[in-house]
């Protein structure tokens, strides 16, 4: 499985972008997919995932009611709908996704085999 992150950007403080992660390879439908971000000079930190049907979320609190996480397994894409942006989620986003059997909504890096790129977010003051 091969993941793609893309949609990142500078936004003003209170905006909102929306990023996007592709799969390609050897897709299905049946995986979690997470959002992790990493700010300068931080470890990499958990932000939300989903699960196989959509139906199961999880989010990081600092994120809970701002941020969305949804998929479209059609089009093997998960989004992340990023409102009221604040200058502390500056970072750059990676998704990540778990196929193993007993794939679950987790926080830790450690779960997710299969990593995107990054795209850098930049939320200006």
């Known amino acids: 499985v091969q993941l793609q992150a893309f949609g990142g950007g500078l936004v003003q403080a209170g905006g909102s972008l929306r990023l996007s992660c592709a799969a390609s390879?050897?897709?299905?439908?049946?995986?979690?997919v997470a959002w992790f971000r990493q700010a300068p000079g931080k470890q990499r930190m958990f932000v939300a995932a989903i699960n196989l049907s959509g139906a199961g979320t999880n989010y990081a609190d600092s994120v809970k009611g701002r941020f969305t996480i949804s998929r479209d397994n059609a089009k093997n894409t998960v989004y992340l709908q990023m409102n009221s942006l604040k200058p502390e989620d500056t970072a750059v986003y990676y998704c990540a996704a778990d196929d193993s059997r007993f794939a679950s909504l987790s926080q830790r890096l450690t779960r997710y085999t299969y990593w995107g790129q990054g795209t850098l977010v930049t939320v200006s003051s």
């Open positions: 390879g050897r897709t299905s439908s049946s995986y979690v």
